[in-house]
């Protein structure tokens, strides 16, 4: 479906993409993950047409999107972090005008329109001006865009940033409804919203593919290791040696000191449950914990579990 | 490109751009207009002649968001992630501001109607100002539509092809100001020897060359009644030059390394 072979990108010196190369299967949601400024974007405008790579060739259904740059972008249907929308216009007016530059054929536009607007619901706005949209709508509007012309590749670049929480679940039902006549490729810096969403993740730092593997494993991968937060009432010092001697505790860092308080993130051996031996540990020093909490893991602690060799 | 024509079209008066640039025409050809019937003597080839020195207002107004807000809003991604080429969308946009163009001489028609109804002349002169009115118009929408293809910001989009259109608009007088300054430059260092003749000559070679790029000379003719090939084919030439340049411009962002 899509074949991603080498790509690189240069932005005046620097490499925003190096040599990525990866392949798309029919039917699946492929996850991008990676902190802002990783090279998830470029990579999809790379993939969309919108940039052309420095080098490495893109295929879409077997079209190269350099050589045959219109017959492998009928088959995509994009949503950049930004919608594209024209504030100034109704919603079917915009939908109306895509499926005009994707040549939808006159004769099916208006029930694509209206099969469209059903789907991702936003038949009721229709007749509505943008601009006077919620953000959660408009972002349906951008997806609606990405599924005029019946395109079988859905590119979503960040589709929850600036959502509200319940717009956030309503996107991602939205997104799991789509796959089952789609492939999907979703970008987030969001692991929870990857792990929710996607069948396989590619986690991609410094322009590099740095993990490409199943969901599952990549959450199995992790839990190879559990954080947590404890607020106690005592000094760094006194805490710090008693806490690394309890067996399977892995590192003690002190991210907070105040009003003779101290926040502490203890990262520990995620096949031992440490949480009964570092109570004991620490009211054998007569130390208080005032907060105990555990910690998902963050997009930071799977780079360290992918990048660090395994015990 | 009918599908961005639309859209180009439409928003004109989605917008108050459309409806300012028809007002501002229609005040001031009526004004113009009104002081002709005032005087008894009504000559709508002068009244479109006149018109023409407002390019330098109007074709900034109506060029400078064809790509600058696209860019701006991001939408232009549109443009580039859809099975078109972007040519079409220039070509597109270019014919929607050449229609609002064409829709603004509204007022210059129901002068003509006036005039036909008082039993005043309109001659092929008239059709010829207006044929070499679009003309010059299509030429000048083709610089604006550069100038906004090369920024995300409106104003210096419209502050570039004032310039530009400024500089056009005063171009025999720079000819003759630049022939000045070279005839006086080679007399006073006496330069490769030249004879006072010869030195006369180079100066008006360079008026000459200067002035043969100059628009509203080349389409005077029409305004006569004189109808000539040469100044059609060359503002349609440079038009088609610009929107060869805008197209590279976009597509040169697909490449850009910044």
Known sequence: ????????????????????????????????????GAGKT???NIITGFLSATSGRITINGYDVLEQPEMAKKN???????????????????LEYVSELKKVPKDIRKKQITDVMKMVHIGNVSGRLIHNLSKGYRQRVGIAQTLIGNPEVIILDEPTVGLDPNQVIE???????LSKTHTIIFSSHILSEVQAICDRVIIINNGKIVADAPTME?????????????????????????????????????????????????????????????????????????????????????????????? | MFAVFKREFLSYFRTPVGWVAICL?????????????????VNIAMEIAYLRT?????????????????KKNGTIVLLYTMPFSIKEAVIGKFLAAMALQAIMLISV?????????????????????????????????????????????????????????????????????????????????????LKESSIYSAGNAVRNALNWLDPYEKTACYTSGVFKIVPIVFCLSFAAVFMYITYRVLEKKRWSQS
């Not at chain 2, 004004?31 to 019937?37: A, G, P, Q, R, V």
């Open chain 1, 171 to 177: 996107m991602r039902k939205l997104i799991c409804d």
């Open chain 1, 76 to 94: 995509i249907g994009y949503l950049p972090e930004q919608p594209p929308l024209f504030l100034d216009m109704t919603v079917y007016e915009y």
């Open chain 2, 109 to 193: 028609f129901s002068h003509i109607i006036i005039t036909v109804v008082c039993s005043g002349i309109i001659n092929s002169a008239t059709w010829g100002a207006i044929f070499g009115y679009l003309a010059l118009a299509a030429l000048f929408i083709s610089i604006g539509m550069l100038t906004s293809a090369m920024t995300e910001n409106q104003i210096m989009s419209a502050v570039v092809c004032f310039v530009v259109i400024l500089f056009i608009i005063m171009l025999s007088q720079i000819a003759d100001s630049v022939s000045s300054i070279i005839q006086a430059i080679l007399k006073v260092t006496g330069l490769y020897g």
């Open chain 2, 54 to 70: 407002f390019f330098v207002i109007l074709i900034p107004i109506i060029t400078m968001r064809l790509f600058a807000e696209e």
């Open chain 1, 218 to 311: 990549l959450s199995a991968r992790v839990e190879g290791s559990v954080h947590y937060s404890l607020t106690l009432e005592s000094s760094f010092n006194a805490v710090q040696m008693p806490l690394r001697a309890v067996p399977g505790v892995r590192s003690v860092t002190l991210m907070q000191e105040k009003d003779g308080l101290i926040q502490v993130d203890l990262m520990a051996d995620g096949d031992l449950d440490v949480r009964k031996s570092v109570f004991f540990a620490l009211a054998r020093i007569n130390v208080p914990i005032l907060e105990y909490r555990s910690l998902a893991p963050s997009l930071e602690d799977i780079f360290t579990s992918i990048t660090s060799p395994r015990k």
């Open chain 1, 42 to 44: 470029t990579t999809m």
């Open chain 1, 1 to 36: 479906m899509i074949e991603v072979s080498n790509l690189v990108k240069f932005y005046g010196d620097k490499k925003a993409v190096s040599g990525i190369s990866f392949t798309v299967n029919q039917g699946e949601i492929l996850g991008f993950l990676g902190p802002n």
């Open chain 2, 25 to 41: 025409m229609s005040v001031i050809s009526g004004y113009y207009f009104s002081n002709m019937l005032a005087s008894s003597y």
